[in-house]
């Protein structure tokens, strides 16, 4: 079921390259990264992300036919010689023969994006207790540090060998902050950028539905 799940939403290069000369009808397609970037420095579309998220789509799986079902009809027809419309009036055609509406259809996706909303607010606040733990802790402890500086610098000379191990002791502790936070902002980064491409393939999807179908 996972497999299958990323194989509506990831797509390789060779297929987006087909859809690309498909759209445009050009003799030579653009050739597309299989990583998609976003206006933040460094953030990209990241796989285990977006498994992770697809698992929350798995794992909620309604029954019956659903946006996931119409998806599935949808990539199977993709490969067929229509335009965009025909292939969603016909994935519908195929999906009223079951019972399936527009308006059921619609409810499924507000459903599936409910419930990655949810994963993101999970999501957010496990990074914001990340954070608190391993970047506000340990700021407080470089300013603590810095005061104690200051404090023993101006005591007597025989405090000057504490004085120093301190200093080395922020130096490390800075450096852990650096690491921590790199890796914290890609993370969030690249959380924002998946989930993001996600929501966006699904709204557009919504639209084309509410266009096509309604």
């Known amino acids: ?31 597309s990264a299989k990583k998609s970037t976003t206006g933040r420095t460094g953030s990209q579309i990241n796989a285990n992300i977006m498994e992770k998220l697809l698992q929350v789509i798995e794992k909620n ?5 659903d946006y996931v079902e119409f998806k599935k009809s949808l990539k199977a027809l993709s490969k067929m010689p229509m335009d965009e419309k025909t292939m969603f009036r016909s994935a519908f055609a195929t999906a009223a023969t079951v019972g399936a509406t527009v308006n059921n259809l619609i409810k499924s996706v507000e459903f599936y994006k409910s419930v ?3 994963e993101n607010d999970t999501f957010v606040k496990t990074l ?32 000057t060998e504490e004085i120093d191990l301190h200093q080395k002791e922020i130096s490390s502790t800075m450096t852990t902050i650096g690491v921590d936070k790199g890796k914290i902002e890609s993370t969030r980064n690249d959380f924002e950028s998946t989930y993001n491409n996600l929501l966006s ?14």
Request: proline letters at 2%.
């Open 128 to 159: 914001n207790d990340q954070v608190e733990q391993k970047i506000s802790g340990r700021e407080k402890q470089v300013n603590a540090l810095k005061k104690t500086i200051m404090d023993k610098s101006q005591q007597i000379k025989r405090l």
């Open 116 to 118: 990655l909303h949810k």
């Open 1 to 31: 079921m996972l497999k299958n799940l990323k194989s509506l939403f990831i797509v390789e290069e060779e297929e987006n390259d087909a859809v690309k000369a498909k759209e445009t009808n050009a003799e030579t397609p653009t050739p």
């Open 61 to 65: 799986n309604m029954e019956g036919f």
């Open 201 to 214: 393939q699904i709204d557009e999807d919504l639209r084309k539905i509410n266009e096509y179908l309604s």
